[in-house]
Nanobody, 124 residues
């Protein structure tokens, strides 16, 4: 069974940093587009960042540009989300997702595999 396992969430003060990791199990996702999404309490899940299967292209939600960086290490079959200058409004459950395409994707319906999520809480 294919699973995506996120880690690295936690509680951090505003202005701090966290790095999320996503490690698929059950298969390799080395040529799959990968994405990060988040869902804050009472809100719909939203796109955060994505990277293509060739580790060439990335795309970000406007509110995280310049603060978040998505990257991947295909040798380790792991995707990362480095989050700097965190704000209280970044508080959410963060989900990793995989899309069976090489091209970078930003819409949830393009992703077939999802993790269980990791909580990120930013205190003011």
């Amino acid at each position: 069974q294919v699973q995506l396992v996120e880690s690295g969430g936690g509680l951090v003060q505003a202005g701090g940093s966290l790095r999320l990791s996503c490690a698929p199990s059950g298969r390799t996702f080395s040529r799959y587009a990968m994405g990060w999404f988040r869902q804050a309490p009472g809100k719909e899940r939203e796109f955060v960042a994505a990277i293509d299967g060739l580790n060439v292209s990335t795309v970000y939600q406007d509110s995280v540009k310049g603060r978040f960086t998505i990257s991947r290490d295909n040798a380790k079959n792991t995707v990362y989300l480095q989050m700097n200058s965190l704000k209280p409004e970044d508080t959410a459950v963060y989900y990793c997702a995989a899309s069976a395409t090489v091209v970078v994707r930003r819409y949830q319906y393009d992703y077939q595999y999802w993790g269980q999520g990791t909580q990120v809480t930013v205190s003011s």
